[in-house]
């Protein structure tokens, strides 16, 4: 299995509130994604990097923003959490940037919002 | 607006039967079409992937067939078994990005 550790893997929060989930890898994989899942949408991307501090946004990136300051954590970020932002999170990486490449995902990150 | 359909949402087959599941897209500068299998509780993992230059892939029970004309492909899973059971999302690559169907839970009988 790939090196990837999601934490927290369960959180329960309030509306309004700030909220942070790690992705950690030992892998050295250059690009890093955070996927959204929820029932009937499937995975959505959020935003991913290329690099360190080097990032981009996916299809859902609105109220989330992400930061990388090394190879191996990338860190997403809800500013102020919102109902709609109940979900369950999983980072990707991937060694690659050539198309025909992996994704190794982590195992989620289970959030809700009250 | 779901940049690749998946279909059908959910899947009973008998065990020793054949699953089919098919994904669309629009976007022509995908170059990439991997489908994933995630268990209950798991993240997904990489099944088998296709390059669009190809019309089949298989790999044992498994195979995906494509038509680039229609901008379909599909995965066929050949005599399931109820170890099968899981949820399949087809997804499709543009330019570092991954972008998944809505998934397909398949539940084989015994």
């Known amino acids: 299995d790939a090196g990837i550790t999601q934490s927290p893997r369960h959180k329960v929060t309030e509306t309004g509130t700030p909220v942070t989930l790690r992705c950690h890898q030992t892998e050295n994989h250059r690009y890093m994604y955070w996927y959204r899942q929820d029932p009937g949408h499937g995975l959505r991307l959020i935003h991913y990097s290329y690099g360190v501090k080097d990032t981009d946004k996916g299809e859902v990136s609105d109220g989330y923003s992400v930061s990388r300051s090394k190879t191996e954590d990338f860190l997403l970020t809800l500013e102020s959490a919102t109902s709609s932002q109940t979900s369950v999170y999983f980072c990707a990486i991937s060694e690659s940037g050539l198309a025909y490449r992996e994704l190794f995902f982590g195992e989620g990150s289970r959030l809700t919002v009250l | ?110």
């Open chain 2, 1 to 110: 607006q779901q940049q690749v359909k998946q279909s059908p949402q959910s899947l009973i087959v008998q065990k020793g039967g054949i699953s089919i599941i098919n994904c669309a897209y629009e976007n022509t500068a995908f170059d990439y079409f991997p489908w994933y299998q995630q268990f209950p509780g798991k993240g997904p993992a990489l099944l088998i992937a296709i390059r669009p230059d190809v019309s089949e892939k298989k790999e044992g029970r498994f195979t995906i067939s494509f038509n680039k004309s229609a901008k379909q492909f599909s995965l066929h899973i050949m005599d399931s078994q109820p170890g099968d059971s899981a949820t399949y999302f087809c997804a499709a690559h543009n330019f570092n990005k991954f972008y998944f169907g809505s998934g397909t839970k398949l539940n084989v009988k015994p």
